[in-house]
């Protein structure tokens, strides 16, 4: 049904900048009736030159105009003589015709305009996608279209087309809106990234994605391919950490006070910069480990400015020198792990970006909750508030991991604060990660992209409303039970607690009684911070999900027998319920004990509906070192059901 137009013009004039009222053919409190049972009057007028994002804002504009009313709204060029009834969109010369004026040169990049004027209706705006954002914000705001995922969207029928006056003028709050996943998820999706406005990534020549925010070469942990040990290591050492008094080859970082080291990666960024010239952004990002350089002059550096600052030094110069080259270009670097923590008397060049990663923050707390130990140990809110005053963009590295492989975590109730607090403290922009190479069916990773895009756009998106507007489109008639199993994941009373009320992560006895003595439990979770294992309270963590109990794991796996009885004649809708359960059984592996009847059960569902649905590999059971990966394939399967009996039951 389509939303009533008043309300929603009333939300979104609450939080823009009203233009003053615009003249026209028609009097300002005139509703337009873009169509009347069907048929339709309007045309969509776009310049005769109009670039190729501008073409294809039109052509959605249009292609959701005609399956909203049925009608057949043409699309003509601007040398065509003007007529009453119009829908402008992009800069052309109707604009020269409004009054007040519009001009598109003073809009800022990604801003927009939607206005009527008289019997004509005017979606325009700045040179980097702003006329794409308006249309995008008119279906959707205004009209009622939505875009869960790629393969569920709802349009509204209405034969009949009417709105409300509008003079809406708006700026994106973020300016990067990043969404981070498997390469066969949402994001990757030319058409629901750009209705969701994500603005980073370059998606094969869809002209609605050639204006983004894209990084020439690696997008993080750019040093090894900036500084590589292959190429440098044998004849200049001097480049890479000092160790307890030796340079080292393997694992290592950079001496951060090396001039010949700092010409070095300025070299190669420029590089990739001349071999991607749309390219916007250029990371220098420590590697994902420690081993800071322990020279004489970086610790005097550190000593003096704080790691973080000797860390900040190094990016600096590096920017200076890029921008000599490409003025435009931003610098990324990481606030993460040994550089979490703000500099001091030092702060970023204007084009430096800091991406802040509190790692081992809380993911069931908001940053800024007081009663959060783990977060206040961390720092998490504190080191925020100090970056975005010492930075002149702060993009937030926002962590949206299930925790585990496989596994549910409790994530979504910080949101609302969360951004609210990003919004506060004057974030930037945002790099939302959710990336698990085991395929696109985790833990609600669906909801969780909707979710992040949704809030990337407007931190003051109602985030419970939001989940059951997507279960009850998502899941259909299952939707009442698949809300009520979203609550109970996201309760602590769901997981297990240790004596003192603290966190318990999986790999401890005797929490995951469903895993053979002859497998190493470690290697089922990427146990990495130990920190939250002493902290009081429960908490979550973004690496290692908490352990759930077997009680909460029973009702979950009842409720998915349920909602698959409720969709058993829809495939799709089946698809969608089976997807979400996979991760039930493979938890039910895990913690019951194998005479369970729950047990038993998931070993002969789990692998048939893992792979009907598309998860890729499971963690190694055979491993002993790092986690490995299982990939569930024939030969693999075979093996499973040979060496695995306690998991995959043979044929």
């Not at 700045?126 to 939505?146: M, Q, S």
């Not at 006895?509 to 190493?520: K, L, M, Q, S």
Request: proline share 8%; charged share 20%; with cysteine.
């Amino acid at each position: 049904m389509l939303l009533p137009a008043s309300t929603v013009l009333f939300a979104i004039l609450a939080s823009s900048l009203i233009l003053p009222p615009a003249c026209g053919e028609a009097p300002i409190n005139e509703r337009l009736t873009l169509s009347q049972n069907g048929a339709t009057r309007y045309r969509v007028v776009i310049a005769t030159n109009a670039d190729a994002p501008t073409k294809a804002a039109a052509d959605e504009l249009v292609n959701h105009l005609e399956q909203i009313t049925g009608a057949d709204f043409r699309l003509v060029t601007d040398d065509r003589r003007p007529v009453r009834y119009e829908i402008v969109v992009g800069p052309c010369q109707r604009l020269e015709e409004v009054s007040p004026p519009i001009n598109v040169k003073q809009l800022q990049p990604e801003e927009y305009i939607i206005r009527t004027v008289g019997t004509r209706l005017i979606i325009v705006g700045g040179p980097r996608n702003g006329t794409l954002n308006g249309v995008y914000v008119f279906l959707e705001d205004i009209l009622g279209c939505r875009w869960y995922t790629p393969d569920c969207s709802v349009i509204p029928k209405e034969p009949t087309l009417r709105i409300a006056p509008l003079n809406i003028r708006e700026t994106p709050r973020f300016e990067a809106r990043i969404l981070i996943e498997h390469r066969a998820t949402n994001s990757a999706d030319p058409d629901w990234a750009a209705r969701m406005r994500l603005n980073g990534s370059l998606l094969g020549d869809d002209p609605r994605h050639q204006q983004v925010l894209h990084t020439a070469g690696p997008y993080g942990h750019s040093l090894a391919a900036l500084l590589p040990a292959s190429q440098y290591f044998d004849t200049h050492p001097e480049y890479f950490s000092e160790i307890n008094g030796q340079r080292i080859r393997e694992h290592s970082q950079v001496c951060m006070t090396s001039e010949g080291a700092i010409q070095a990666c300025v070299k190669q960024a420029k590089q990739w910069l001349a071999e991607d010239p749309t390219a916007q952004v250029v990371s220098v990002s420590h590697n994902d480990w420690y081993n800071y350089c322990q020279c004489p002059s970086c610790r005097a550096a550190s000593e003096e400015y704080g790691v973080t600052g000797a860390w900040l030094r190094f990016v600096n110069a590096i920017a200076e020198e890029i921008e000599k080259d490409y003025p435009d270009v931003l610098v990324d670097t990481f606030a993460y792990e040994w550089t979490v923590e703000p500099p001091r008397n030092v702060k970023p060049r204007h084009n430096v970006v800091i991406r802040y990663a509190p790692i081992y923050g809380c993911s069931y707390h908001a940053y800024d909750d007081p009663n959060c130990a783990l977060n206040v140990q961390e720092h998490s809110a504190d080191y925020l508030k100090r970056w975005c005053e010492i930075s002149p963009r702060v993009w937030i590295w926002y962590y949206m991991l299930d925790g585990g492989v496989l596994h549910p975590s409790p994530l979504l109730k910080p949101l609302q604060q969360n951004f609210a607090l990003f919004d506060k403290l004057g974030v930037k922009g945002f790099s939302t990660f959710q990336l698990r190479p085991h395929g696109p069916t985790f833990f609600l990773h669906n909801i969780k992209s909707y979710l992040a895009a949704k809030l990337m756009w407007d931190p003051s998106y109602d985030v419970d409303s939001g989940i059951e507007e997507f279960c009850r489109a998502y899941y259909g008639p299952a939707a009442e039970e698949m809300l009520s199993y979203i609550e109970q994941t996201q309760d602590e009373q769901s997981y297990q607690l240790g004596p003192d009320g603290q966190s318990l992560q999986p790999p401890e006895a005797p929490v995951a009684v469903g895993v053979p003595e002859r497998i190493d439990r470690r290697r089922l979770w990427n146990l990495r911070s130990e920190r939250i294992r002493n902290v009081p309270g429960f908490h979550g963590d973004f690496v290692t999900a908490p352990a759930i109990k077997p009680k909460a794991l029973k009702q979950w796996d009842a409720a998915f027998e349920r909602m698959e009885r409720q969709v058993a004649n829809d495939p799709t809708l089946l698809a969608r319920v089976q997807a979400e359960r996979a991760s039930i059984l493979w938890c039910c592996l895990l913690y019951l004990p194998p005479d369970d009847p729950v047990h038993i059960k998931a070993q002969k569902l789990f692998l048939p509906i893992a792979t009907k649905v598309g998860v890729m590999w499971i963690p190694d059971l055979r491993s002993q070192g790092n986690v490995g990966k299982l990939w569930l394939n024939e030969e693999n399967i075979k093996m499973l059901r040979r060496e695995f009996p306690e998991f995959c039951p043979p044929e």
